[in-house]
């Protein structure tokens, strides 16, 4: 799977504002709305499915990084945004660190592979540290979009 | 003593597959051995201690992995991970609401 499968450019936050958990899911998760990838009536139902799923244990993976996501039956196909917080955003992460770089996804409850594909190509991609470097350096929609492209036709990574 | 590797392969027994959690349960676990531990599907081979490259699996239910531990209690860490993969199963008895 690659990121223009499910990553709208539209969704695309590179100057988040958060400093806490909440409110940056609620800031990447109305970059969905504007993207047209999930409706505005959903998305209290949403964000508060997602810190459900933060509760079992958090997706603040390490590394700067972290993967919110949740399934919710609002959806028909798997979607997600990217974005960058340049101050980092207190996140109960795995290390302890705070997170810069965030991949919210939304996925379908009855697609699981989806989900571990979308997962696998974020992971993939996060692994390179030229990826992570250029991400965290990225001001605009543009230049995000621009790098997932670039991403996408591997010239990243393994 | 001659450094041990002990290979076993394990199946993903879970319906959503090794996905963010199970994969952090996986490397908690196998950073509590000295051993080396490395996760194979066909020919991609990753450390096993970093979820980062357990994630790059996208190993769904069915899937089969070769475990393979390096070191001194590479016995021990081979046989608590693969009884913590079978026991992915009762996750899906939970009804296991996340992805």
């Known amino acids: 799977m690659k990121f223009a499968d499910f990553i709208g450019a539209n969704a695309i936050k590179p100057e988040l504002e958060s400093s806490d958990k909440e409110s940056v899911i609620r800031e990447l998760t109305a970059g969905l709305v504007a993207s047209g990838s999930i409706a505005e009536e959903n998305v209290e139902s949403i964000i508060k499915a997602i810190m459900k799923r933060e509760e079992l244990g958090s997706t603040g993976i390490g590394r700067g990084i972290a993967v919110p996501h949740t399934k919710h039956p609002s959806v028909d196909k798997l979607v997600g945004t990217v974005g960058v917080s340049r101050e980092g955003v207190e996140f109960a992460s795995l290390d302890g660190e705070p997170v810069h770089l965030f991949f919210l996804l939304v996925s379908p409850p009855d697609r699981p592979g989806d989900h571990l594909r979308a997962l696998e190509n974020i992971s993939r991609q996060l692994r390179d540290d030229m990826f992570c470097k250029f991400l965290k350096q990225s001001k605009t929609n543009e230049d995000i979009a621009q790098l997932l492209e670039e991403a996408d036709n591997n010239q990243f990574g393994s | ?99």
Do not use: C, Y
């Open chain 2, 1 to 99: 003593m001659a450094e041990q590797t002990v290979s076993r392969t394990v199946v993903i027994p879970n319906q959503q597959g090794l996905h963010a959690r199970p994969a952090d349960q996986f490397v908690k676990l196998a950073n509590q051995f000295s051993a080396q531990i490395e996760i194979q599907r066909e020919t991609l081979t990753v450390n096993g201690k970093s979820i980062l490259d357990l994630l790059t699996l996208a190993a769904e239910q069915g899937t089969e992995l070769i475990l393979h531990a390096t070191g001194d209690d590479a016995t021990e860490a081979s046989e608590a991970l693969a009884a913590l993969v079978e026991s992915f199963a009762e996750h899906d008895l939970e009804g296991e609401e996340d992805a």
